[in-house]
């Protein structure tokens, strides 16, 4: 007898290498207008899938959960953070969760040191000032940043990507500093001539640079609050390639209009597609840089992912644990 093949449900266009082997393997749904789905149309998909693809523009939370029909069994995320799903609510369901860690770690970590240079050296005001036609010259005193080598980083996250993100700033010849819930061992540190901060609050403090590469659990929502933003120096950066969740950005917005702190590079924002007008206007005037959640789209990257999910997918559709499982308790 022919196995009937498992429905899943992709909520958004692929890469076509993706989505093609995905046909060949399963009874693939795909969205190839690349619409959001609204939360009817996921709900609807929850019903009659037995294997969903989401991605971060999808909230699986409780209230979507609960229109998971009898054949849902794994959600398998196209993407690292799984904060777009209510794990524990999906968990306590019976159901699977795997996410796609390890292939984004050097394009997001990429994007962090681009942030940090694109702050620091003025470069998307440098390029504005030319497409504008407003440039008329070069001047001594004209469009000066701040030197990056000798400044002080620190990273909190010290996951893959905050050490991939420590590897290359160490090679533009900042100092590494970290906080993380666990210490690394003597040997990355020494590797990375890292200096430990058991205290995010100290750390903060004596920072030039500071980048977000933890991810979005509740543990984390505002870590970056008013209370510990105001303990960064005035001269200080800040760059976000995590979650925009992570810092409270209508505090951080206001300490860059009333230049307490010097500087934002931020991919990720707090309500994603929605950006602030403040922060907008911000970066009509040089203060911030803006990008639009990019951190890992490379085609490489993307292709990475997409493979994960593939892999994911059929170890557990043929009866294995599937190799990137989340729970829970590893959030
Ligand atoms: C992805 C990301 O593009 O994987 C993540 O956690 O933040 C992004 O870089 C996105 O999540 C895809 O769903």
């Given amino acids: ?23 060949e393997l399963f009874d693939t749904r795909l969205n190839v ?5 609204g939360q009817d149309e996921l709900a609807q998909a929850l019903r009659v899938a037995d294997v969903l693809v989401p991605t971060v523009t999808d909230r699986i939370d409780a209230q979507a959960l609960a229109h998971a029909g009898e054949n849902l069994k794994l959600i398998a995320n196209f993407g690292n953070g799984v904060d777009n799903i209510d794990v524990g609510a999906a968990v306590a369901r019976g159901l699977t969760i795997t996410n796609t860690p390890g292939v984004l770690t050097d394009d997001t970590a990429d994007m962090a040191l681009a942030l940090i240079l694109a702050v620091s050296r003025r470069v998307v005001e440098g390029a ?49 500093h970290y906080h993380n819930r666990r210490r690394l061992s003597a040997g990355i540190e020494e590797s990375l001539e890292a200096t430990y901060w058991d205290s995010l609050d100290q750390m903060l403090a004596r920072m030039d640079i500071v980048s977000v590469n933890c991810p979005h659990t509740p543990a984390t929502y505002h870590l970056l609050s008013a209370r510990r933003l105001k303990l960064l120096r005035p001269s200080a950066i800040i760059v976000n390639t ?9 505090v951080l917005t206001k300490m860059l209009e009333a230049g307490e702190i010097a500087g934002a590079g931020l991919d990720v924002f707090e309500h994603e597609p929605a950006v602030p007008n403040k922060l907008l206007r911000l970066a009509k005037a040089g203060k911030v840089t ?42």
Avoid: Y
Wanted: with cysteine; glycine share 10%; charged share 25%.
């Fill in 33 to 37: 207008a690349d619409t959001p789905m």
């Fill in 290 to 331: 803006l990008l639009p959640h990019m951190g890992s789209a490379t085609h490489e990257g993307r292709i990475d992912m997409g493979e994960k999910v593939i892999v994911n997918v059929k170890a557990f559709m043929d009866g294995h644990k599937p190799p990137d499982r989340v729970l829970p308790s590893m959030l």
């Fill in 128 to 176: 504005n000032t030319i497409t504008s036609g407003d440039w008329t010259g070069w001047s001594p005193t004209w469009m000066l940043g701040a030197r990056i080598t000798g400044k002080r980083l620190g990273i909190v996250g010290m996951g893959r990507i905050g050490q991939a993100v420590a590897r290359r700033a160490k090679a533009f010849g900042l100092s590494i």
């Fill in 242 to 250: 995590a979650r925009g969740e992570i810092i409270d950005e209508n």
């Fill in 1 to 23: 007898m022919v196995r009937k093949k498992p429905l899943v449900i992709v909520t958004r266009k692929l890469p076509d290498v993706i989505e093609t082997r995905m046909c």
